[in-house]
């Protein structure tokens, strides 16, 4: 069974930054596409940002885009935020899905992290 730990989120004024990441608990998923999703309270999880395996593909939400970046290294996946808003608040989860493409469903990804909070402060 593949594990998806994630750290690094937190609380942080807007306009300041945080580091996710997001590390499989073993390298099954050297050949997967990962992604971030987040859900803030009362609304349903939202596709963030996701990278492909071979080419590094990258697909970036709208509201995010300019201030969020996906990267990974083999089985970790990072989501650099900044300029961080109230609205980013969420629990942020890690996903992969047992192919290289990189998708933008939530129904897409099979593997799940337990999630971080990331609250930033008006």
């Known amino acids: 069974q593949v594990q998806l730990v994630e750290s690094g989120g937190g609380l942080v004024q807007a306009g300041g930054s945080l580091r996710l990441s997001c590390t499989a608990s073993r390298r099954t998923l050297s050949n997967s596409a990962m992604a971030w999703f987040r859900q803030a309270p009362g609304k349903e999880r939202q596709f963030v940002a996701a990278i492909s395996w071979s080419r590094g593909t990258t697909y970036v939400e709208d509201s995010v885009k300019g201030r969020f970046t996906i990267s990974r290294v083999t089985d970790t996946v990072y989501l650099q935020m900044n300029s961080l808003k109230p609205e980013d608040t969420a629990v942020y989860y890690c996903?992969?899905?047992?192919?290289?493409?990189?998708?933008?469903?939530?129904?897409?990804?099979?593997?799940w992290g337990q999630g971080t909070q990331v609250t930033v402060s008006s």
């Open positions: 996903a992969a899905r047992s192919n290289p493409l990189a998708r933008t469903t939530e129904l897409d990804y099979e593997f």
